[in-house]
């Protein structure tokens, strides 16, 4: 088997604030292989994007404590310096945020976004660049890219946008992508032709790709591995089949319970989670933290579980024997239905 091309090692991100810290990331440990799509799932607050932002280094609040390891073809991204650092973001590790408005600076124009980024990595012609602007824009489906590389971001619609922001993080032809929420805010259908257009660009470019999502059906749709995360900890890790047909952690039943049926009986009202998210600042960590919404709790559920195999490459952070796990999805997953 070849060497993960990144390697996260117990994670941990935490944030000194004045009413005391604010733990974001919890000692997540995962891989990401060469030419894999993994899902990172989870509700907003869970830690995701944190723990991205952390992997590329982009949190610099001096108030922020990072400890860990964070391996990218062998090399702690964590100790490296600056210069060797910028040499690696855009070219070997590229991001797709979350919001391509904020993530585009709107007095520069489509065309001057992806140059720029061309030109930092390699030793091209501003007309090169640009040449090369227009070729990636039209991969991505912009019609008329030659007139539209002048466009500056307002002139162009949302999802539009977000192949702009595509298109600029292909530039370089990374080996790894992080796509921050790529289809937040995007009708149904601008969604998939977006999740297609990874999937394509996916298969051409042989870059891996992590998915931050809290859309069960994006991480069905796209991920060949699926990492569930909850107040800062991974909560559920295996491949998406088995993580989307016999889901093992209570917390991914209350995600997979969210899915509107797409056939049977209609459904009344879609199993919730109840409760609210637990908070970043919560002091008391040595517990399962997923326990004051989990139906199925109890006091063993301290101290916090770690992820245990119970099959070869699924693993999960619950007590619940195995064997009534069956059964126990099976009621947390049972909507209330209307008669036929």
Known sequence: MSEPLLEVRNLRVSFRTRTGTVTAVDGISFTVDPGEVVGLVGESGSGKSVSMLTVLRLIDNPNCVIEGEVLFKGNDLLTMSDADLRSIRGREIAMIFQDPMTALTPVYTAGWHISEQIRAHEKVSKKAANDRAIQLLTSVGI????????????????????????????????????????????????????????????????????????????VSQMANRVMVMYGGRLVEAGSRLDVMREPAHP???????????TDGTRAVRLAAIPGAPISPSDSDRDRCLFAPRCTFATDSCRPQPGLIEHRPGHSDACIIPFSERAQRRTEALAPMRART
Do not use: K
């Open 143 to 218: 019609p008329n890219a030659e007139s539209r590389v002048n466009s500056y971001p307002h002139e162009f619609s949302g999802g539009m946008r977000q192949r702009v922001v595509i298109a600029m993080a292909l530039s370089c032809n990374p080996s790894l992508l992080i796509a921050d929420e790529p289809t937040t805010a995007l009708d149904v259908t601008i969604q998939a032709q977006i999740l297609e257009l990874l999937r394509d660009l996916q298969s051409e470019f042989g870059a891996s790709i992590v998915l931050i999502t809290h859309d069960m059906g994006v």
């Open 251 to 261: 917390y991914t039943w209350g995600l997979m319970g969210s899915i509107p049926p």
